[in-house]
């Protein structure tokens, strides 16, 4: 395991944190440029592509014969779902409000490594998991009263329950397969998968390939895909784990300032106070 130094760890996780926070509202403003499917299959299919070309030297730990199928179960819900029903639920709620929700996955991991992989479940986590979902109650109840999309809300769900899967699926199989290669190839086939099905259902003209849109197309790719996944399994691989995990309740809270000053979104009390108890939540399972 290859020790790096704390200035350099430091700065990983800000840009890992940084990339992931301005992700969300970024994602927001290209759908305004390009029907949902079609964009994730896109970022995806192009950010695998240039990370396997990062990869291609060590191209004989794809070991595809074994582990095709971790390949696409894994693409299944880290691709297809997390990131296909991402991109569409977007079109329905602010962007910092759809991260708090889907921010609720760290509290779902702890749930799901307890029931399928018979992880142990302290009262920290069990508390951390009560407040996590109490959080999400608070930040949807405006949907209840009508103020937001209830369908946006449960998209949101959906995502994070995707999401959560995907990384329990991966941790039980952590010892079968090159963890990079993984993002690589689960990004390649997902991002067909939605390509196609955005090919089959919207139309393909609709994209409007101007300035804005390509520089949102090109961060997603770059960026999010390729350079912020490369920079969290250094950190992974280096022992920062625990600071990695502790840092991501930063990112739905970036995401809701942006959202709110760039893009005017709405800062609601029901969000203030659903924020609080989710990072809360996060912070006490991922305390050491």
């Not at 407040?131 to 949907?143: D, H, W, Y």
């Amino acid at each position: 395991m290859e020790k790096m130094s704390k200035k350099k760890s430091l700065i990983f996780i800000i840009a890992v944190v940084a990339i992931w926070g301005f992700s969300w509202p970024i994602y927001k403003i290209a759908l305004n440029y390009t029907p949902p499917l079609l964009f994730g299959g896109l970022r995806a299919f192009i950010g695998g592509i240039l990370l396997s070309l990062f990869l291609l030297p060590q191209w004989k730990k794809i070991e595809w014969k074994r582990n095709w199928y971790i390949y696409f179960i894994v693409a299944l819900f880290n691709t297809v779902i997390f990131q296909g029903v991402q991109i569409i639920g977007l079109q329905f709620l602010p962007s910092g409000l759809f991260s708090v929700i889907v921010y609720l996955q760290p509290v779902l991991v702890v749930l799901l490594a307890w029931l399928w992989l018979k992880e142990s479940l302290t009262k920290s986590k069990i508390s951390g998991m009560l407040l996590g979902f109490l959080g999400v109650v608070v930040v949807s109840f405006e949907s209840f009263t009508g103020h937001i999309s209830l369908l946006g809300v449960f998209l949101a769900l959906i995502t994070s329950i995707g999401w959560a899967l995907g990384v329990v699926y991966v941790r039980k199989t952590a010892n079968l397969v090159h963890g990079l290669w993984l993002v690589a190839i689960q990004n390649i086939i997902g991002g067909l998968a939605l390509g196609t099905a955005g090919l089959v259902t919207e139309d393909i003209s609709a994209i409007e390939w101007n300035g804005t849109f390509i520089l949102c197309l090109a961060f997603a790719c770059i960026l999010a895909v390729t350079v912020a996944t490369a920079l969290y399994f250094k950190l992974m691989g280096s022992g920062d784990a625990s600071k990695v995990g502790a840092a991501t309740f930063l990112v739905p809270l970036m995401a809701v300032a942006i959202g709110t000053i760039f893009l005017g979104e709405p800062f609601t009390w029901s969000l203030v106070v659903g924020l609080i108890l989710i990072l809360l939540s996060i912070f006490i399972i991922n305390r050491q």
